[in-house]
């Protein structure tokens, strides 16, 4: 298993652009490495953008954002309020708030996977790729009932504090979602605990993404 880095101590000041088509998406997705990135590089600035939540989801969204990385590292979140399932028929418009996304020129960009099953998701990461193309972009990964999990080709390492404290924030913010029969704790560490064991991590898990292009 080879080992990058990313270009920066630990005084370094870069931004992080975070994209969820839904409420839970980011957390679900990309928690850990966050709460790393967060805890590594003291001076990490993230964006935080939501596309689809009303309401409670809102209010949700943005109280997982700030237990996640705290106030003075947010930025957002914006939360927009798109219709879950609809946003292709208004890709126009999806559009247009990439497009006021744009000057934040960040340093590393999290949004979904290309192959997503969930139409939302495609048309977000899609937009990215469309407005960000000499960006460094981490497609990350949602367990859901359409069986859509692929091969992901990076895996950022978590300790079992960072894993730990995902958890929590999901168990704690997202109070509407409890009902479902996916979003359980034992969802959420066995992704992990999966990814952990393909990248032998030395806690046994891990966050996986798939990164298209990287410069070495």
């Given at each position: 298993m080879l080992s990058l880095n990313l270009p920066f101590d630990a005084s370094s000041t870069f931004?992080?652009?975070?994209?969820?088509?839904?409420?839970?998406?980011?957390?679900?997705?990309?928690?850990?490495?966050?709460?790393?990135?967060?805890?590594?590089?003291?001076?990490?600035?993230?964006?935080?953008?939501?596309?689809?939540?009303?309401?409670?989801?809102?209010?949700?969204?943005?109280?997982?954002?700030?237990?996640?990385?705290?106030?003075?590292?947010?930025?957002?979140?914006?939360?927009?309020?798109?219709?879950?399932?609809?946003?292709?028929?208004?890709?126009?418009?999806?559009?247009?708030?990439?497009?006021?996304?744009?000057?934040?020129?960040?340093?590393?960009?999290f949004t979904h996977y290309r192959k997503d099953a969930h139409q939302d998701h495609r048309l977000l990461s899609e937009l990215t790729w469309e407005t960000f193309r000499n960006h460094l972009i981490l497609e990350y990964e949602i367990p859901k009932y359409d069986g859509d999990l692929g091969q992901p080709n990076l895996f950022v390492p978590l300790d079992t504090g960072d894993c730990q404290k995902?958890?929590?924030?999901?168990?704690?913010?997202?109070?509407?979602?409890?009902?479902?029969h996916w979003f359980e704790q034992e969802v959420f560490l066995a992704l992990m605990r999966l990814r952990g064991i393909e990248c032998c991590s030395t806690s046994g898990y891990a966050e996986a993404f798939y990164c298209h292009k990287l410069v070495l």
């Open positions: 931004n992080v652009l975070c994209v969820g088509a839904h409420s839970d998406d980011i957390e679900i997705g990309c928690g850990g490495t966050i709460l790393r990135l967060a805890r590594k590089y003291p001076n990490c600035v993230f964006h935080w953008i939501v596309f689809s939540a009303n309401g409670l989801r809102a209010d949700e969204a943005r109280r997982a954002a700030r237990l996640l990385v705290g106030e003075k590292a947010l930025r957002g979140p914006v939360i927009k309020s798109f219709k879950d399932g609809f946003m292709p028929f208004v890709g126009a418009e999806a559009k247009e708030t990439f497009e006021e996304l744009k000057p934040l020129s960040p340093d590393l960009i995902k958890i929590e924030c999901l168990m704690d913010a997202f109070e509407s979602q409890k009902g479902k």
